[in-house]
């Protein structure tokens, strides 16, 4: 089965610039989620879909994160305006139906903020 | 608030040697643990889910144990090699969360010839 797809992999911006990631989840899956992994921790959760619904926004800064998935099936993630802060990697998984089913990361974007 | 922490942040073994990856997490109430492999520039990998009622689970080499009375789990990786050079992140499903996973920062391993 193709795996998680994300796009872009890298995105250089400078302080206060808009950027737009995307993510294309496993075919079937219900469940979308967005991480962000700073350099040397472990990923941290941002936001969580059950097909084109909210189930968790609690870690997400709401203030300049946004993200949607339409149709419950792509999603994408915009940080506006971003900030040094924001650099990290964007990772986007899925997981099909079952709670005890394993998530599916894609490869991540890799944002650096200048 | 659950918190995961992984001893110890980076290892170097040489080939052939077993070695044990120790992941620890505040809060015992889980319903399950899993281990994931990342390697540099990828995304996560899946090794091992073990269910908050399981033991322990295997996989080829690797073995995961789970002590939840105790907040810890280990990962147990039999004769490396240097295709297991990665960080190994383990991860917390809370109970009575909608699915949120809460991960440990890692341990990287290097397995050197």
């Not at chain 1, 700073?38 to 203030?63: A, C, E, T, W, Y």
């Not at chain 2, 105790?70 to 499903?93: H, N």
């Amino acid at each position: 089965e193709a795996g998680v797809a994300q796009s872009p992999r890298y995105k250089i911006i400078e302080k206060r610039q808009s950027v737009a990631f995307w993510c294309n989840p496993i075919s079937g899956h219900a469940t979308l989620y967005w991480y962000q992994q700073i350099l040397g921790q472990g990923p941290k959760l941002l936001i969580q879909f059950q097909n084109n619904g909210v189930v968790d926004d609690s870690q997400l800064p709401k203030d300049r994160f946004s993200a949607e998935r339409l149709k419950g099936v792509d999603s994408t993630l915009k940080i506006q305006p971003a900030k040094l802060e924001d650099s990290a990697v964007y990772l986007c998984a899925s997981r099909p139906q079952g709670a005890n089913s394993p998530l599916h990361f894609g490869n991540g974007t890799r944002l650096t903020v200048t | 608030k659950q918190e995961v922490t992984q001893i110890p942040a980076a290892l170097s073994v040489p080939e052939g040697e077993n070695l044990v990856l120790n992941c620890s997490f505040t809060d015992s109430a889980i319903y399950n643990l899993q281990w994931f492999r990342q390697d540099p520039g990828k995304g996560l990998t899946s090794l091992l889910l073990i269910q908050s009622s399981q033991r322990e689970q295997t996989s080829g080499r690797l073995n995961a144990s789970l002590d939840k009375s105790s907040g810890r789990s280990t990962l147990y990786i039999a004769a490396s090699q240097p295709g297991d050079s990665a960080t190994y992140l383990c991860a917390v499903k809370e109970a009575g969360t909608a699915s949120k996973l809460t991960f440990g920062t890692g341990t990287r391993l290097q397995v050197t010839l």
